[in-house]
Every structure is written in structure tokens, then in C-alpha cells.
């Protein structure tokens, strides 16, 4: 099965608690603090791996988390770092951030890219000495690793893009040119993915092709496979059109070509500004009396493209399209990758005095960004720590708010993953 589009959640690994520890040897008094800090959490790393294909391993698991930061020790030793998570894509794959649709990266360079980085590890109660404070008691929880979800959308990497409509002799072209052995029989859509190949024009002189699977006209609007397909020759450098003249399944070549070229116009007018070749096919079934092959050239002239005639089942024709189609890469641009579009931006410094209040019967609820960052930088298994946040709370002026609205002695405080009963 082709998976060429999938949406997946990276998760990035959390950082570990801080210790709370104090040296405790023989001979030695007063050995102080030495509570060592949480390891980070590790990273969501992609990385292109040039034997896959398609994204078919995405289409059965959708999740994806690194491990998690080991917490600190005695001793000041830190906690050991979370293992990094690779995930593999095939070469080509262009990351979009899924609420924003931007391009993150385009895998398509062999740099592995982090797409979630992991939680910073808490500091231990070694951190926290000072002159006035020389037995702290508490320590900082790590942090949460990154957490987004993301497209990925294969984009095929190759240098030239077969198209026309179904039947053409696509695959058959393909097949006679280079190694690729697509399914090749006589009725529409027998291409259901797209196919690559090497083609060797001579020593040092090489191209990758693509045949892409049948477009049919609305293809742009979703008809038919054209419109799952159609991204793949967003890259291609140069496309060859193949048209089959022989009017054999009595289609008109000129309508066809037309129909074509209207489809690349309405899914993308850079794509219909590509340098086309068109290919006559079939003209070994061609009608000797048929003017179809003098009036497409002529539709073809006036496009502003050069038409080769060949025939792809007796390979008449093909060796020298595909030294055109050489000649003309050497001209032409490098394959295309797509830059970076979405921008991370670093979270704003939350107001400690901006929080909302909610009273429900006995419960008060009460949220805030600076309340939530504060929470998971408190490691509540702590008494001094939970000293901490109790005074965070009077100082941002929490407690004088609830008084002010009417909270009475044991009544139930929400804040997030907390729950606890007020006592004034």
C-alpha cells in the first residue's frame, strides 16, 4: 500500500525531578546539600532513510514520545539523560505543522532535524545554597518535553514527471527506459502509485523519472487518483507529457493534451510554468490517413513546447527523448526544496497577577499561564517545597482574590492537576 500523507504527535521526553539529598559521612559535620539535578528529557529527532518508499509505518501508529530524564541522586549526580527517539522518513518527506499547515523542514538533505525537544531537568537542592539558606529543602521538578502534532507529505525527489491521462503508455516508457518494472496492462488506472527509475543516458549522465499515476480532468478538485498524486511532480525539473495519438481508445490527442494542461493550471500555476516535452505515443497504431499527430504538433508548437513521436511498446524513439530530456536538465534548476515557513516562537513571560477565578457551589477554579508554568517547577512529595508554592500563591495575591469573592474555610481549590482545601 502507497501512504503518502499522514498526521502523527511527537512528544518529547521529560525532564527529571531534582534530589533533595544531604551528605551524610563519617567524620564529616554539617556536610550540607548535595541533592544532584534531573537528566532532560530526550528529543524527537527525524532522520531521511533512502530505503523507504512511502509512509506506510505512520498509517498504524500515530504516536511518538522520547524517554523521559532520570531524576537526580545523592551525591550531586545527575540524573541520566532521556534517549532521543529517531524516527525515519523516506528522503523527500516535507514536515507541515498541523494547525498552521507551514512547511517546518523538507527531508530531503541527509541532517537529522529535531521536531520535539525534550523537558529540561530540575535543579537539585544543591543549587539553592546560600549563606542565609544553607539547608534547603526543596528542589525544581523537570519540565515537559515539546509536544506538537505534524503532517508528513511525501514529495517524490525526481528530476522529470511523466503525466497524461490514464492509458497513455506511462508506465511502459518507464519500463523500456530503465530498471523499474511497473504493473503494466491494458485498462485505466493500472498505475495506483507512483513509480521511479533510474534512467542512463551514458557514462556520468543519469536522471530520476517519475511515472505518476493517471490524471483525469477535475483532478485538481479531487476526481479520479490525480488529485492524491499531483504533489509529486511539484519537484520534477522538467515534465514529459505523454499523449497517445493514435486515437486507439477514440480520444481525441489535441483535447487530451489540452485537458492536461488545464489540470496543472488549476493545481498550481508555478507546476503549469514547468518546461514540458510532449511525447506522441503510439504512432506505430497510428492510422496512416489521421491528421491527429499534425494537429497536436501544431496545439503543441503554439504551447511553446518541442513534441517528440515514439512508441513506447517497439521503444521507437524513446533513447533519443531521453537524451532531449538529458540536455535539458543541464539547464535547468536543481530540484526543488521547500524552506522552512513556520517560525517557533519563545513563550511570552507570563504576569504572576493574571489568573481567572470560577466559583462552582464549593469549588473554585482557577487558571492562569503563570500558575501552570509554576506547578511544574514544584515537586509537591516536598514539604519545603510546597512551602514554596504557598508563598508564591499569597504573593501574586491569589488567596486575598478568593477572600475577596467570598471563599469560606473548606472550600475545594482547583489549579490545574491540584485540588486542596482552604484553610484560612
Known amino acids: 500500500m502507497f501512504v503518502d500523507k499522514v498526521r502523527i504527535s511527537v512528544i518529547g521526553g521529560r525532564g527529571g525531578d531534582g534530589a533533595v539529598a544531604f551528605h551524610r559521612e563519617k567524620y564529616v559535620a554539617s556536610g550540607g546539600p548535595d541533592g ?3 537528566g532532560h528529557g530526550g528529543n524527537v529527532v527525524l532522520r531521511v532513510n533512502d530505503n523507504m518508499s512511502t509512509l506506510l509505518d505512520f498509517r498504524y501508529k500515530r504516536k511518538y514520545a522520547a524517554q523521559s530524564g532520570a531524576n537526580g541522586s545523592t551525591r550531586r549526580c545527575s540524573g541520566k539523560r532521556g534517549e532521543s527517539l ?21 527531508m530531503s538533505t541527509n541532517e537529522d532535524f529535531i521536531i520535539a525537544k525534550g523537558g529540561r531537568g530540575g535543579w537539585g537542592n544543591a543549587h539553592y545554597a546560600t549563606p542565609t539558606r544553607q539547608v534547603p529543602r526543596f528542589a525544581k521538578a523537570g519540565l515537559k518535553g515539546q509536544e506538537r502534532d505534524v503532517i508528513l507529505e511525501l514529495k517524490l525527489l525526481a528530476d522529470v ?69 499531483l504533489r509529486h511532480i511539484d519537484r520534477c525539473r522538467l515534465l514529459i507529457h505523454v499523449v497517445d495519438v493514435s486515437g486507439s481508445e477514440g480520444r481525441d490527442p489535441v483535447e487530451d493534451f489540452n485537458a492536461i494542461c488545464d489540470e496543472l493550471v488549476n493545481y498550481s500555476i508555478d507546476l503549469s510554468n514547468r518546461p514540458m516535452i510532449v511525447a506522441a505515443n503510439k504512432c506505430d497504431l497510428m492510422d496512416p490517413e489521421s491528421d491527429n499527430l499534425s494537429r497536436l504538433r501544431t496545439v503543441v508548437e503554439a504551447a511553446g ?20 530530456a538529458a540536455e535539458k536538465l543541464r539547464t535547468l534548476p536543481p530540484v526543488i526544496v521547500y524552506e522552512p515557513e513556520y517560525v517557533e516562537t519563545l513563550p511570552e513571560v507570563a504576569d504572576p497577577n493574571t489568573f481567572e477565578i470560577e466559583h462552582y457551589g464549593s469549588t473554585w477554579l482557577v487558571t492562569g499561564e503563570w500558575l501552570e508554568r509554576l506547578i511544574q517547577n514544584i515537586n509537591f512529595d516536598d514539604y519545603e517545597s510546597r512551602n514554596y508554592f504557598d508563598q508564591q500563591l499569597r504573593k501574586c495575591g491569589l488567596f486575598t482574590r478568593l477572600e475577596e469573592m467570598g ?7 482547583d489549579i490545574y492537576d491540584l485540588e ?3 484553610q484560612r
Do not use: W
Open 305 to 324: 513546447c518541442e513534441l517528440y513521436e515514439i512508441s513506447a511498446a517497439t521503444t521507437q524513439g524513446t533513447r533519443n527523448l531521453m537524451r532531449v
Open 86 to 106: 529517531v524516527i525515519e522518513v523516506p528522503r523527500g518527506t516535507v514536515v507541515r505543522d498541523a494547525e498552521t499547515n507551514q512547511i517546518i523542514v523538507d
Open 407 to 413: 471563599i469560606q474555610d473548606g472550600d475545594t481549590v
Open 420 to 422: 486542596f482545601e482552604y
Open 36 to 38: 544532584g539535578d534531573g
Open 161 to 229: 514527471g511523466l503525466v497524461g491521462f490514464p492509458n497513455v503508455g506511462k508506465s511502459t516508457l518507464l519500463s523500456v527506459t530503465s530498471n523499474a518494472r511497473p504493473k503494466i496492462a491494458n485498462y485505466h488506472f493500472t498505475t495506483l502509485y507512483p513509480n521511479l527509475g533510474v534512467i542512463y543516458v551514458d557514462e556520468g549522465v543519469s536522471f530520476v523519472m517519475a511515472d505518476i499515476p493517471g490524471i483525469i480532468e477535475g483532478a485538481a478538485e479531487g476526481a479520479g487518483l490525480g488529485h492524491d498524486f
